[in-house]
């Protein structure tokens, strides 16, 4: 029987930021696509999270269980679903707070593989990571007050008395928009993987600006996730998803978005913008191209066809 090759790194970083809010940061699974450039989405089940992430040209999906100890201000990951030729992995995060309000981050990686060339890769791939996700976490940590100002989050729910599959279908086909949604421009679209979308997309806002974006979504029974991986000038991040809630009546789908504000574009609105304006702004236009994309939906569900 061949030995295995086992590693563990550690490091450790002084941030300048609240041990309970470094905790925040790696523990509440929203922030993992909004802050962390690869990540995309992260669902929780019990003590199981589920994670998306981007990796090359797709996305690479994966699964651990959480081992959380809030007193300690300590969180555990072990992944239970490793692929050969990597046979355990796991990441732990532990925060000492200091009297001055700063706080000492520890970060250990642990991998497991087959002894072999692809094994002793695989395992140095995931450890060369630690010190960038630690210098991410400290930079998030340390900005956190300023960044809360910068994100704005919001939900618009849409009754639609129609079917959930028309709905679902509707939206899942994006590549069709152009034809079915007004602010849509153009819009081409990828699926290499199933339920994993790629696309690039034209689009207008209310006031005529033209931007063009890039896209991932991830595509669930009762929930479409997307996050923008090319931006508009104006923003650092836009995350969110499309939410299907059927009722006896017919289906209530939510928008939700939530966008990261870049403040070195605000001058993109205007001379004089500020934070506040920026906010109202991308809460308006956001919403309306989202409600009616909505709308769009709704009229396609509600013919005599569909419903």
Known sequence: MSKSTNRTETRTATLKAPAAVAFEIVTDLRHWPQFFPDGVYAEEDGDIVRWWALEGDGVRHWSSRRTLDRSGLTVTYDQVDCAAPLTASSI????????????????????????????????????????????????????????????????????IAGSTDAVYGFLYDADKWPERVPHVTALTMTEDQPGVQFFDMDTVTPEG??????????????????????????????????????????VTVTARHTATIRPDALNLLGADTTVADARR??????????????????????????A
């Open 92 to 159: 732990q995060w532990r925060f000492r707070p200091a009297a001055d309000g700063t706080c000492e981050a520890e970060l250990t990686l642990r991998a497991d593989s087959q002894n072999s060339n692809a094994g002793r890769e695989a395992v140095a791939a995931h450890l060369a990571a630690a010190d960038e996700l630690i210098a991410r976490v400290g930079q998030i940590a340390e900005n956190w007050d300023q960044l809360k100002e910068l994100v704005v989050h919001f939900e618009d729910p849409l009754f």
């Open 281 to 306: 702004y991308l809460r308006r236009v956001l919403s309306t191209n989202s409600l009616q994309t909505l709308r769009h939906a709704q009229a396609f569900a509600e013919e005599p066809a569909h």
């Open 209 to 250: 600006r033209a931007h063009t974006t890039r896209s991932v979504r991830i595509c669930l029974p009762h929930k479409i996730i997307y996050k923008q991986i090319g931006l508009p000038k104006l923003l650092d991040a836009h995350t969110g998803h499309w939410h299907f809630q059927t009722t006896p009546e017919g």
